[in-house]
């Protein structure tokens, strides 16, 4: 595996050498970076001008300059990274780390969700094959595939900014509305399990009713204007993913493992009130980090420990599970603090943000501070997660589909075992190898794609700095975004050689 690693790297390094020169040569030869200051007015327009030279060498012609500028990303093997400054003399370093930490907290929080959900979908569709369920999902992957950007950003802002905003001035369901989300989310569920005409029917019925007796009850409590999970929303959210996430992983006959989920989700529920009543108050971003990671290690433990002769996957059964009851009494830790978000001067009422990537001046706590990323990071993150999901859903879909058909499944299938563990053993592992390739390529191209959304959201990152770069015929910046995306792109398609070998024993790295 070294030797395979290190001949990649290799390949790498060259790529990447190429790339970067043809980059900086066509970016060089654009156009005049001295045109601002030869049409200004200003009376020390020769010194202005002579003083940019200097600065940005360019006095050097763009071949022999591009080595001044690899010479300065040389310094990264010690440590000392110099991408050379921009057109205004600050240092593109700390331009870039801005760039960076907006972006990447932007596109990793929607391409995990976009994996997550698009891998959920994809393996329901294919197993619900030629249902109106899969129908929908292949209409709706094909309708956000070919959405612009502009267009998918003026719907999101229109709907979800101003309409729910407006809708929280007073937030009250009404009952023709109540009826319709009721009826949705039946025909959702119905498509979903799908079964026969009556199981169908019974389906519709309950998800129906269940839905709109739980949107009457959250109307009439006041509950969206003042938001809470509360300890039996905690209760029950906990036990559902005991239940679910053991169904799923190895399933309810496995009492270990059912053993292991349950006590991590009857630690969790009795550590609600501790948190919310002593750790949120002093709650910092390094605390929650670590809480997060005790919150994983807690939960494989208890399952490792209770699994028996299943340890392992008890373990991992029983650290999802903790997983997802941490998110639960987070999310309850922001709820607790909506109200001071929302009513204060900075945001007057109208949470959701259409442009920026934080309210100036907000001040706040460390609750607050999260709500506020999480209004500003909506907007963007539901435009690229709709075309990363579209594409995502049907890669896993036709993936799935065609490992369905192969002989071992119809071996596994003639040996008795249920359809859970056919999919999730021995389906799934291999449906996912094409799409590791795929979720790889698509990081180094949402970064990339990233430059349309964050224009249009007014979002601070990378996008913005290679667009003024490129606006300045400014090498040094458009060239840290070029370095950035190339190398991510490079890191992940070798994850992705690696993962090949994890998913695949067959397939050996070399």
């Known amino acids: 595996m070294a030797s395979f690693v290190t001949r990649r790297l290799i390949a790498a390094v060259f790529v990447l050498l190429a790339a970067t020169f043809l980059m900086y040569i066509l970016v060089s030869m654009s156009g005049d970076p001295l045109k601002e200051l030869r049409e200004s007015s200003a009376p020390n327009k020769l010194e202005l001008m002579e003083a940019r030279t200097r600065l940005l060498n360019l006095d050097v012609p763009?071949?022999?300059r591009y080595f001044i500028w690899l010479g300065g990303i040389a310094q990264c093997f010690v440590g000392q990274c110099d991408f050379g400054v921009n057109v205004?003399?600050?240092p593109v370093n700390v331009l870039l780390q801005q760039a960076m930490g907006s972006t990447l907290q932007l596109v990793v929080s929607a391409q995990l969700i976009a994996i997550v959900v698009g891998l959920a979908v994809g393996i329901t569709t294919a197993l619900r094959q030629y249902s109106g369920y899969d129908y929908s999902i292949t209409f709706a992957s094909f309708l956000f595939f070919s959405l612009p950007i502009f267009w998918v950003a003026v719907l999101l802002k229109q709907y979800i900014a101003i309409g729910f905003n407006d809708w929280l001035a007073e937030p009250s369901i009404g009952i023709a509305v109540l009826i319709g989300i009721s009826i949705v989310s039946g025909l959702l569920w119905m498509s979903v399990l799908g079964g026969t005409g009556r199981k169908r029917l019974t389906t519709l019925a309950v998800a129906t009713v269940s839905t709109g007796a739980l949107l009457a009850y959250l109307n009439l409590t006041g509950w969206f204007s003042t938001p809470s999970i509360g300890i039996v929303g905690v209760v029950l959210t906990a036990v559902a993913a005991a239940l679910g996430v053991t169904a799923i992983?190895?399933?309810?006959?496995n009492r270990n493992a059912l053993r292991g989920?349950?006590?991590t989700a009857a630690v969790g529920i009795a550590l609600y009130y501790p948190m919310t009543w002593y750790v949120f108050r002093f709650m910092t971003l390094p605390l929650f980090l670590g809480?997060?990671?005790?919150?994983v290690v807690v939960g494989g433990a208890i399952g490792y420990f209770l699994g028996g002769r299943d340890r392992w996957q008890s373990a991992r059964t029983s650290a999802?599970?903790?997983?997802?009851?941490?998110?639960?009494?987070?999310?309850?830790?922001?709820?607790?603090?909506?109200?001071d978000y929302f009513n204060s001067t900075r945001i007057n009422g109208r949470p959701i943000a259409t442009f920026g990537s934080a309210t100036p001046n907000l001040g706040g706590n460390f609750w607050v501070q999260g709500i506020d990323t999480f209004t500003h990071l909506l907007l963007p993150t539901i435009a690229i997660i709709l075309i990363s999901f579209a594409g995502l859903t049907r890669y896993t879909r036709s993936s799935m589909l065609e490992v369905m058909n192969q002989d071992y499944i119809r071996t596994a299938r003639s040996k008795g075992l249920t359809q859970r563990t056919v999919v999730v053993r021995h389906a799934l592992r291999n449906a996912l190898i094409p799409i590791a390739t795929i979720i790889a390529l698509d990081i180094g191209a949402l970064i990339g794609g990233a430059v349309i959304t964050e224009f249009v959201f007014g979002w601070s990152g990378m996008g913005q700095l290679f667009q003024k770069g490129l606006q300045?015929?400014?090498?040094?910046?458009?060239?840290?975004?070029?370095?950035?995306?190339?190398?991510?792109?490079v890191i992940f398609n070798l994850v992705a050689d690696l993962l090949y070998a994890s998913l695949d024993p067959r397939i050996r790295v070399s």
């Open 249 to 253: 992983s190895v399933g309810l006959k």
């Open 261 to 263: 989920s349950l006590v």
């Open 62 to 64: 763009p071949f022999f």
């Open 291 to 295: 809480l997060a990671v005790l919150s």
């Open 88 to 90: 205004q003399g600050l």
């Open 320 to 339: 999802i599970v903790s997983v997802i009851i941490s998110a639960v009494i987070a999310l309850e830790g922001h709820l607790f603090y909506w109200n």
């Open 472 to 489: 300045n015929v400014d090498p040094n910046p458009v060239m840290a975004f070029f370095v950035v995306t190339g190398l991510l792109t």
